[in-house]
């Protein structure tokens, strides 16, 4: 006999809390989509609050998603919560999330608030959220270090002040997984009304552990896991939803319970979040990593040879490594390209942004024998981020040769005229780099440069990532192309076209403000 194991997916908020992870509405909704498509249960899509892009941005989700919960974060603060419900307001399935700190630390230093007066301010909010919505979790952050006959006495209140769903976090990786599934068994045993809600677990992984404690807390109990997609998500990220997934469905003798994901849709929704958030997945990440189900000892290859099972504990078809390649080429049509789009969970609002895509289709058909699906998703990212860009690249011309410094020659259109310039280098990237700050002067520290393919093959796709910093704020830029050099100027302008765009908005956890509404 099983039970429902939710899927609750952050990462449209905690993930895009990762330095550089921003994402635009656009993109939140091509990713929303897909999580849609996976089959999780609940997509928080954001922060309504913290500006007036994250409230547009839910809002956009809110209006397209049929089939899965659209969730919005608030503090325990009445204009985040009525700012909440405004975005959801046109959601099939809305829900309210909000929170407010429960450890000693917090209390004291964060919030400067009496616990007494922490337990009004939260059955204030989730009093407030149901009178929009009978779909409310409450979330006391910092739970792995607060105390547990305080947990007690808040999870009891909010509950009977109507929430449904009581979601404890590990906000800081502190909780080791026995201690953590532990203290998730103690709590439903001891609140009075646990069986009115489902309990929840949000576990950080700076230690490593989020899978873990997430897992320990399935088995004490819990029913509900927010997780991101790659284990994306703030400092060392969040747990991972292909692993906790995967977990559960590959050991059902040890837990007796099963989600209603649709596992063949995983590798389809990592790569498209590594693509939109220029985040690359390490070969050896579990699951969507790409040695995942790779075999390099002979001895490893013998035995799957003869039998699977013997070095696999799961088929990488479950999770959508299989039927990766597209039955297109350069003499496909429009139609058969948007079907295939369409097979992809990937939807272009106009049909100039459809234009644009197949013209750009077919000019990697030209270049390239054969095509795949992450291919395409890192041309239509290419393609909707060229339509917000303000430095556009037109030209590019790089020299080099042995013993001679590399010199690049750029043309890009900006302030509305076009402008070239030439710079010398340390190498090709380098000379790049050097012409495009000599047009554009925009004061920025680049912090990575990494490169990847795309697929295999030496005609492939090469896919570079760019993180700058100015002032404190950090994106990340991602550009494509069969030429390693046009893709890492295209990553470059991504990225500048990012950092020097306006940027507003505020961080979920910071309360200053939280005592001016508190009664």
């Known amino acids: 006999m099983t039970d429902k194991l939710f899927i609750f997916d952050t990462t ?33 899509a954001g922060f309504p609050a913290a500006s007036v892009g994250d409230f547009e941005a839910v809002q956009a989700v809110a209006n397209v998603i049929n089939d899965c919960s659209v969730c919005g974060l608030s503090r325990a603060l009445d204009n985040d919560i009525d700012r909440a419900a405004e975005a959801l307001k046109s959601a099939v399935s809305p829900r309210i999330h909000t929170f407010i700190a429960t450890s000693p630390i917090h209390m004291e230093m964060k919030l400067r608030m009496q616990p007494e007066a922490v337990i009004e301010q939260a059955v204030r909010a989730v009093k407030r959220a149901r ?19 305080f947990l007690c006495r808040i999870i009891e209140a909010v509950i009977n002040a109507g929430a449904t769903t009581i979601n404890i976090p590990d906000t800081v990786g502190y909780k080791v997984p026995e201690r953590f599934g532990r203290m998730i068994g103690q709590l439903i045993e001891r609140v009075p009304n646990a069986d009115k809600a489902i309990f929840s677990v949000h576990c950080h992984n700076d230690l490593g552990l989020a899978v873990a404690n997430s897992l320990s807390a399935v088995l004490n109990g819990a029913r509900q896991i927010e997780c991101t997609i790659n284990g994306l998500g703030e400092r060392a990220g969040n747990a991972a939803l292909e692993e906790v997934v995967m977990a559960t469905k590959t050991r059902p003798d040890i837990f007796t319970c099963e989600t209603g994901i649709d596992t063949t849709q995983i590798m389809n929704c990592s790569r498209l979040v590594s693509n939109i958030t220029g985040f690359p997945v390490q070969p050896n990440k579990a699951i969507v990593g790409a040695n995942a189900f790779a075999h390099e000892s002979g001895i490893h290859q013998d035995g799957v040879l003869k039998h699977r099972q013997t070095y696999e504990i799961m088929r990488a078809e479950d999770v959508g490594w299989s039927n990766n390649r597209m039955v297109l080429g350069k003499h496909s049509g429009r139609n058969a390209f948007r079907a295939h789009l369409k097979q992809l969970n990937i939807e272009l609002s106009t049909e100039e942004e459809l234009n644009t895509a197949f013209a750009r289709f077919k000019e990697l058909a030209d270049k390239k024998h054969e095509i795949y699906d992450e291919d395409l998703q890192a041309l239509v990212t290419d393609t909707l981020a060229s339509e917000r860009e303000v430095y556009k690249l037109l030209y590019l011309r790089v020299l080099s040769e042995t013993g001679e410094l590399p010199t690049a020659q750029i043309t890009l259109f900006m302030n509305g005229e076009e402008k070239t310039v030439s710079a010398k ?13 000599a047009l554009v002067n925009s004061n920025t520290n680049l912090l990575v440069y990494s490169v990847s393919n795309v697929t295999n093959g030496t005609d492939a796709q090469g896919e570079v990532g760019v993180r700058l910093e100015k002032e404190g704020r950090i994106v990340n830029g991602q550009g494509s192309d069969t030429d390693i050099l046009v893709a890492s100027a295209k990553a470059y302008l991504s990225a500048l076209n990012k950092i020097l765009s306006p940027f507003n908005r505020q961080h979920p956890q910071q309360h200053s403000s939280i005592c001016e509404d508190t009664p």
């Open 131 to 149: 009178n929009y919505t009978d779909n409310v979790e409450f979330s006391a952050e910092d739970a792995g270090r607060s105390e547990i006959d």
């Open 12 to 44: 449209l908020r905690d993930g895009e809390q990762s330095p550089g992870a921003s994402m635009t509405k656009d993109e939140k909704i091509r990713i929303a989509r897909a999580l849609e498509k996976l089959r999780v249960d609940v997509i928080e």
């Open 425 to 437: 280098g340390s190498g090709p990237v380098d000379a790049i780099f050097k012409a495009i700050e």
